[in-house]
């Protein structure tokens, strides 16, 4: 096959799908064309284009748009690998790295946490740092969503971050140790649940495993018919934000479940948001490295939901609640809790 810069036809789509070059601009960004296809030319030189290899949120849209098929997102990763062999210190990032050397968690642990309770079932349920330590609620109505539908979970009585902020940093090194300690961990599991569909995306990338995010399990395995709704409830415009990790890496299907299972609930429309896929700045390690990158796309967010006019912004990722709600202006919920609240 030809060398990855030769298979490039120069279209431009990439530049113009990347949702951190319509934020940034060309100048301050060099867009997935400039990271990926012209860096690999010269990879001796990616150093050079640190700031900008670390302001990628990791969304997959590049490629995704890519009439070459390049793995534009891959590369970029590479790329960063490349830069954290030679050069450790990072920055915003240093902090996760620490965390995980210190606490196995990617963010500082909370002081109270949900406990996980003995069991000897057979579906494991990940719950993944923020929705242990910054948005217990997810934990929580995951939970609940989960006992309501009969299906017998277990939380691992010990895990380690997944690893994906690592695979962001290009820390591969401290990602075989999690990953390691995770297969130890995980022993005798038949099926995992995961909240986050960065943790989700790892598992299926990084470990080879099969997980499913809690809305495949409600949908595909719970049945949605066992998830009874409250007949009534305030009347409520609803926009689905779509992750990049859910809709572009697990799969369309499960916004689609999504968007169906939201329809059945009394009381909520949904309403059409523009560039709904479109990237909120919750990944890729960038609130950590470049917050202010990470708070404008959630702004744009927040601007698209007040256009279409939405009471509410419905969001199946942790990371993508955190940080839209630091844009203010819309209230921003995590599904699984929005779903539990409305069911008997
Ligand atoms: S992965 Fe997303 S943010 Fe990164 S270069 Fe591609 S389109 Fe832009
Ligand atoms: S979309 Fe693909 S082919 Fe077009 S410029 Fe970007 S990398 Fe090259």
């Not at 995961?194 to 080879?208: A, L, M, N, V």
Request: proline fraction near 6%.
């Amino acid at each position: 096959m030809a060398p990855f810069a030769n298979r490039c036809i120069k279209c431009d789509s990439c530049q113009k799908a990347c949702p951190v070059v319509t934020i940034e601009g060309l100048r301050s960004f060099s867009g997935p064309r400039g990271l990926a296809v012209d860096s690999s030319r010269f990879p001796e030189d990616a150093e050079a284009l640190r700031d900008n290899l670390y302001k990628c949120t990791a969304c997959f849209r590049c490629g995704d748009v890519c009439p070459a098929r390049l793995p534009l997102t891959g590369q970029i990763m590479a790329l960063r690998r490349s830069i954290f062999a030679k050069d450790k210190a990072l920055g915003g990032h240093a902090r996760i790295l620490a965390n995980i050397d210190q606490h196995r968690r990617s963010i500082e642990p909370a002081a109270r946490r949900p406990e996980a309770k003995p069991s000897d079932a057979k579906l494991l349920y990940f719950p993944g740092c923020i929705a242990e330590n910054r948005l217990p609620i997810i934990y929580q109505s995951t939970a609940s969503l989960l006992t309501k539908g009969k299906a017998a979970f277990r939380v691992p009585e010990r895990w380690s971050c997944c690893g994906a902020p690592l695979e962001k940093v290009g820390d591969s090194e401290r990602l075989r140790l999690v990953r390691e300690e995770n297969l130890r961990f995980f022993d005798g599991f038949e099926r995992l649940v995961t909240s986050c569909p960065g943790c989700t995306t790892h598992f299926i990338q990084d470990y080879g495993l099969e997980p499913l995010h809690t809305i495949e399990l409600l949908y595909e395995v719970v049945g949605v018919r066992k998830l009874p709704a409250l007949p009534s409830h305030r009347k409520v415009k609803v926009a689905l934000h779509q992750p990049c990790h859910l809709a572009r890496t697990v799969g369309q299907h499960v916004i689609d479940y999504a968007a169906e299972i939201l329809q059945r609930l009394p009381g909520v429309r949904l309403v059409e948001m523009e560039d709904a896929d479109r990237c909120c700045g919750g990944g890729g390690g960038v609130v950590a490295g470049h917050p202010d990158v990470a708070l404008a796309l959630a702004k744009a967010k927040v601007e698209s939901a007040k256009r279409a006019k939405a009471d509410l912004i419905v969001a199946p990722c942790p990371f993508c609640v955190m940080n839209i709600s630091r844009a203010g202006g819309v209230e921003t919920v995590d599904f699984t809790n929005f779903l539990d609240a409305r069911l008997k």
